[in-house]
């Protein structure tokens, strides 16, 4: 008896030990994040916004898409239980989850996903190109179908990776769209959801909490695919295109994350017992010419532009030496896709050979206009690229906009001859942005456009490796833009930050947690 009683009164001891520190636990953790972001959002339509600062906010945690990329950037289930396609890539068939519910309460059905799919097919350049006519059609409530009229065997790469997210919302959100044909709400199925947005100031983000889960709980990351379970209440992104004001709020804990560093400024941040950093490679840092109008539509100009560049010179400038001079148009480590065709043509530098090129396409000085805006510390980059252009004879105008400012600008063929940006890596060249006719720069060249239509159709690896290698090569004559090497930036974050991601597009916060 007296032994039960003593048994009794251990477990109400330890049941209430466990009690106490469970509170205590919890009474240990912060219920938000504070996020320094370097670039801004105009907008956060998935399917009208192919920035990487949206991809770093939004991507797998306001929006998810059917399919998402491994470790190995290989297509995987997001938000279907499986796919499957017809030999020759033709048809495929997408059988959906369905445990998901929208951030309005709304389970996912078919109908969304058509809805969805359609929408971002008509505002992604590059897949419409590739579907022509083809629709995303129902075939019951969780299963969804699209039949083409070419082999288009890259569809699933498109879907789990494409720059402007083939994200799902519900079908009344995409025919609610705004007078400028942008969604008039941001409804997802991530694990959290807008909440606030003060444009160019912060962006907030509250948990879902009816967010379900896909994949093993416990599992390890597999790349974007990670069981989320979202554990902080709120999650700001502040916007600061003043790499020194970020800097100074991370060090003194006014921030709890800062992204995107880059130069001299990545330098300030080092590890210690308060402080982990990461660097990652990012993509490509590109000199985008207008091809439709002035200067750029011109091949001989453009040739001209490319023997001028000191591309060692414009990284430095804006990196520092978070880069490499690089001619791939793909990542080192996309050892299927990384290749130096056409590398004779890359950072040659030769004033002589850039003069001879301005005489042969008819130059007489004309004004060229450059456009940048500050973020990534670009308008150092487009200092530097004036002086060289103007050693080769080249009159240049500069004009430095805010971000808001310069994303209208370069959409405006008549306000620009060349812009300057930074392109995130893609999982497959197919995906490469700037060969859509769409995107500003415009590349609209029949050699190009019949390359990569087969490059999207070849089902081997030996095709589309030894096609990938004809398009770099004659990417380096004709020139959409100037690779002028590859950019990598550094995240730092607080030790107090716990289970941090480390994503395609750099870290991500489904399942962290934040020690006070």
């Not at 075939?139 to 494409?162: C, E, N, Q, R, W």
């Not at 001859?417 to 415009?442: E, H, K, Q």
């Given at each position: 008896?007296?032994?039960?009683i003593?048994?009794?009164i251990?477990?109400l001891f330890s049941?209430f030990v466990l009690?106490?520190?469970?509170?205590d636990d919890?009474?240990?953790?912060?219920d938000?994040?504070?996020?320094?972001?370097?670039?801004?959002?105009d907008?956060?339509?998935p399917?009208?916004?192919?920035?990487?600062?949206?991809?770093?906010?939004?991507?797998?945690t306001v929006?998810?898409k059917l399919?998402?990329?491994?470790?190995?950037?290989?297509?995987?289930?997001?938000?279907?239980?499986?796919?499957?396609s017809?030999?020759d890539?033709?048809?495929?068939?997408?059988?959906?989850?369905r445990?998901?519910?929208?951030?309005?309460g709304k389970?996912?059905?078919?109908?969304?996903?058509?809805?969805?799919?359609?929408?971002?097919?008509k505002?992604?350049?590059?897949?419409?190109s590739?579907v022509g006519t083809a629709?995303?059609?129902?075939?019951d409530?969780?299963?969804v179908?699209?039949?083409?009229d070419?082999?288009f065997m890259m569809?699933p790469?498109f879907i789990?990776g494409?720059?402007?997210?083939a994200?799902?919302?519900?079908?009344?959100?995409?025919?609610?769209?705004?007078?400028?044909?942008?969604?008039s709400e941001?409804?997802?199925?991530?694990?959290?959801?807008?909440?606030?947005w003060?444009?160019?100031k912060?962006?907030?983000?509250e948990?879902?909490t009816?967010y379900s889960?896909?994949g093993?709980?416990?599992?390890?990351p597999?790349g974007?695919a990670?069981?989320?379970n979202p554990v902080?209440?709120?999650?700001y992104?502040?916007f600061?295109t003043?790499e020194?004001?970020?800097?100074?709020e991370f060090l003194?804990?006014?921030?709890?994350v800062?992204?995107?560093?880059t130069?001299?400024?990545a330098?300030?941040?080092?590890d210690?017992?308060?402080?982990?950093s990461k660097?990652?490679?990012?993509?490509?840092?590109?000199?985008?010419?207008?091809k439709r109008?002035?200067e750029?539509a011109n091949?001989?100009?453009?040739q001209a532009?490319n023997?001028?560049?000191?591309?060692?010179?414009?990284n430095?400038?804006?990196?520092g030496?978070?880069?490499?001079n690089?001619?791939?148009?793909?990542?080192a480590a996309?050892k299927m896709w990384h290749t130096d065709?056409g590398?004779?043509?890359y950072n040659?530098?030769?004033?002589?050979?850039?003069?001879k090129?301005?005489l042969?396409?008819?130059?007489?000085g004309?004004e060229?206009?450059?456009?940048?805006?500050?973020?990534n510390?670009?308008?150092r980059t487009?200092?530097?690229l004036?002086?060289?252009?103007e050693?080769?004879g080249?009159?240049?105008?500069?004009v430095?906009?805010?971000?808001t400012?310069f994303?209208k600008?370069r959409?405006?063929?008549?306000s620009?001859d060349?812009?300057?940006?930074?392109?995130?890596s893609?999982?497959?060249p197919?995906?490469?942005?700037?060969?859509?006719?769409?995107?500003p720069?415009?590349?609209?060249?029949?050699?190009l456009r019949?390359k990569?239509?087969?490059?999207?159709g070849v089902?081997?690896?030996a095709?589309?490796?030894?096609l990938w290698?004809?398009?770099?090569a004659?990417?380096?004559?004709?020139?959409?833009m100037i690779?002028?090497g590859?950019?990598?930036?550094?995240y730092?974050?607080?030790?107090?930050?716990?289970?941090v991601i480390?994503?395609?597009?750099g870290?991500?916060?489904?399942?962290a947690?934040?020690l006070?």
């Amino acid at each position: 008896m007296k032994k039960n009683i003593f048994c009794i009164i251990l477990s109400l001891f330890s049941f209430f030990v466990l009690t106490c520190c469970s509170f205590d636990d919890q009474s240990l953790y912060k219920d938000e994040v504070h996020i320094s972001q370097l670039l801004a959002c105009d907008n956060f339509d998935p399917h009208r916004n192919n920035t990487i600062a949206f991809r770093q906010i939004c991507d797998g945690t306001v929006w998810e898409k059917l399919l998402t990329l491994d470790k190995n950037e290989k297509p995987v289930p997001e938000l279907c239980i499986d796919y499957s396609s017809s030999l020759d890539g033709r048809s495929f068939i997408f059988r959906l989850r369905r445990d998901v519910f929208f951030h309005n309460g709304k389970k996912m059905t078919a109908d969304d996903v058509c809805a969805s799919m359609n929408r971002w097919i008509k505002n992604y350049g590059p897949v419409r190109s590739a579907v022509g006519t083809a629709v995303v059609e129902r075939l019951d409530t969780y299963t969804v179908h699209i039949s083409l009229d070419k082999p288009f065997m890259m569809l699933p790469y498109f879907i789990a990776g494409a720059a402007q997210p083939a994200a799902i919302t519900t079908e009344e959100c995409c025919r609610n769209e705004d007078s400028s044909g942008y969604l008039s709400e941001y409804i997802g199925t991530g694990p959290y959801k807008i909440t606030e947005w003060v444009p160019d100031k912060y962006v907030r983000l509250e948990k879902f909490t009816g967010y379900s889960p896909y994949g093993k709980k416990g599992s390890p990351p597999d790349g974007m695919a990670v069981y989320k379970n979202p554990v902080l209440n709120s999650i700001y992104y502040h916007f600061n295109t003043d790499e020194d004001v970020q800097v100074s709020e991370f060090l003194s804990g006014d921030t709890d994350v800062i992204l995107n560093l880059t130069g001299i400024d990545a330098e300030l941040i080092q590890d210690g017992p308060d402080v982990i950093s990461k660097t990652l490679p990012h993509g490509i840092i590109g000199l985008v010419f207008n091809k439709r109008h002035g200067e750029g539509a011109n091949l001989y100009f453009r040739q001209a532009v490319n023997a001028a560049v000191d591309c060692d010179a414009l990284n430095r400038a804006a990196f520092g030496s978070l880069y490499k001079n690089d001619a791939s148009y793909m990542e080192a480590a996309q050892k299927m896709w990384h290749t130096d065709s056409g590398s004779l043509q890359y950072n040659k530098h030769d004033i002589a050979a850039a003069k001879k090129l301005l005489l042969k396409a008819g130059y007489n000085g004309e004004e060229f206009r450059i456009i940048v805006c500050p973020a990534n510390n670009l308008d150092r980059t487009a200092a530097v690229l004036k002086q060289q252009l103007e050693e080769a004879g080249i009159t240049v105008r500069l004009v430095i906009f805010s971000q808001t400012a310069f994303l209208k600008a370069r959409n405006d063929p008549n306000s620009f001859d060349m812009f300057i940006t930074t392109f995130a890596s893609s999982p497959v060249p197919a995906l490469n942005i700037y060969y859509d006719s769409d995107y500003p720069g415009w590349t609209d060249d029949a050699v190009l456009r019949k390359k990569i239509s087969e490059l999207e159709g070849v089902g081997t690896e030996a095709e589309r490796i030894r096609l990938w290698t004809e398009i770099q090569a004659y990417s380096w004559e004709y020139l959409p833009m100037i690779n002028t090497g590859h950019y990598m930036m550094k995240y730092a974050w607080t030790t107090r930050l716990k289970n941090v991601i480390h994503g395609r597009d750099g870290i991500y916060l489904w399942n962290a947690s934040l020690l006070k």
